[in-house]
C-alpha cells in the first residue's frame, strides 16, 4: 500500500500536475495581494483628497475623525455622512488586510470562489490517469479493488494538503514583501487597525480552507471515476459553481457560504454573498452526507466495474 502510494504521488509530480495546480493557486493568491495593495493606496489617496477639501473650507477634521458615520448604498450611488472618517476606516481595514498578521486569512477567503475548480481538477486528474495511460488493469492485479480505492482516497489527501500548504507558504512570503513596500510610502501607524479580534483561528481558517480543496477534490475524483473523462467533470463542477444560482438549505454552496461567514472576516477585497436560511445542524448535514455520498459512490464503482472496462 505505502509502495502505491508514493507512485501515485510521484506520478503526480512527474507529470507536472503539481507544478500547474500550484502556480494557478499562487497566481490567485499573487492576484489577491495586488487588488488589495490597490484599495490601499486608492482608498489612500480618497482620504487625502477628502482631507484636502476639509482644509480647504475650513472644516474641523478633528470632530469628524471623532464621530461617527452612516453608509448607505442606493443603486450604483453612494451616500456616507462622514466621508473622512469612512475612508479613514478603509484605510486601515485594507492595511490589516494587507499586513503579515492577516495574508493566510485572506488567501482563504478565496477557498469558497476558486478552490471548487481548481482542486476538483486534481480529483479529476487523480481519477482518470489509470485509465488514460491503462495502468488500471495491472494495479488491481498488485492490489485489490478495494485497497486501489483506498489509496487512490490517501493521495488525494496528501496532495491537496501539499499544493494547499506550499501556495500559502509563498503568499506568506510574498505578502509580506508587499507590505513591507506599503510601509515605505505611506504613514502606516496613523491607520493601522492591528489588534483586531477575528471571528477564528488561522488554524480554523486552514481546516476550512482545506476542507473546501477536500471536498472538491472528492467530488471531481467520483466524477472521473463514473464518467471516465476529465472534461466533462470539469465542466459540471464548472456550471456548478459559476452557473447554478443558490439553490437554498440543503444545497452546498449555501452551507459553505454559512461557514465561510462564521470563519472568516472579509477585511480585505474578497467578499462573498450572504448565505440563505439555514442553520449549524442542517449545514454540518449536508456537508458530511455529501462527502460519505461521493466516497460511496465512488468505492462502489471501483470494486464493482471490471478492470478490462477501459
Keep these: 500500500m505505502k509502495q502505491q502510494i508514493k507512485n501515485e504521488l510521484m506520478y503526480l509530480l512527474y507529470s507536472k500536475i503539481y507544478i500547474i495546480l500550484l502556480l494557478l493557486l499562487c497566481g490567485i493568491f499573487f492576484a489577491i495581494l495586488f487588488m488589495n ?16 477639501y476639509y482644509q480647504e473650507n475650513n472644516l474641523d477634521i478633528e470632530e469628524d475623525l471623532s464621530g461617527t458615520y452612516t453608509y448607505e448604498k442606493v443603486g450604483d450611488t453612494v451616500n456616507v455622512s ?12 485594507f492595511l490589516y488586510a494587507a499586513s503579515p498578521e492577516y495574508t493566510t486569512s485572506q488567501m482563504l477567503e478565496s477557498s469558497i470562489l476558486f478552490f471548487p475548480l481548481l482542486f476538483g481538477i486534481l480529483g479529476l486528474v487523480v481519477s482518470n490517469n489509470d485509465y488514460k495511460y491503462k495502468t488500471i488493469k495491472l494495479k488491481s492485479v498488485m ?21 494547499l500548504a506550499a501556495a500559502l507558504l509563498i503568499a506568506k512570503i510574498a505578502g509580506y514583501l508587499e507590505y513591507s513596500i506599503v510601509c515605505t510610502k505611506l504613514p502606516v501607524s496613523d491607520f493601522y ?27 471531481g475524483y467520483t466524477l472521473g471515476i463514473v464518467f471516465k473523462n476529465t472534461l466533462v467533470g470539469a465542466a459540471a463542477i464548472a456550471a456548478y459553481t459559476l452557473a447554478v444560482p443558490n439553490l437554498g438549505k440543503f444545497d452546498l454552496k449555501n452551507s459553505l457560504y454559512y461557514f465561510a461567514h462564521n470563519v472568516f472576516d472579509f477585511y480585505g477585497v474578497i467578499s462573498l454573498e450572504a448565505s440563505k436560511e439555514t442553520s449549524l445542524f442542517a449545514a454540518i448535514s449536508v456537508v458530511v452526507i455529501l462527502f460519505i455520498l461521493f466516497i460511496t459512490v465512488n468505492m462502489a464503482v471501483i470494486t464493482r466495474r471490471s478492470s478490462y472496462d477501459c
Design 37 to 52: 495593495y490597490n484599495s490601499v493606496f486608492d482608498s489612500y489617496d480618497s482620504y487625502v483628497r477628502t482631507k484636502q
Design 193 to 219: 487597525l492591528g489588534g483586531m479580534l477575528p471571528r477564528s483561528t488561522v488554524f480554523t481558517k486552514v481546516m476550512f480552507g482545506y476542507g473546501i480543496a477536500l471536498l472538491y477534490a472528492e467530488i
Design 143 to 163: 492490489v485489490s479493488k478495494r485497497d486501489f480505492g483506498i489509496f487512490k482516497q490517501l493521495s488525494i489527501i496528501i496532495s491537496s494538503f501539499s499544493i
Design 82 to 93: 462622514n466621508p473622512i472618517l469612512y475612508y479613514k476606516e478603509c484605510v486601515g481595514r
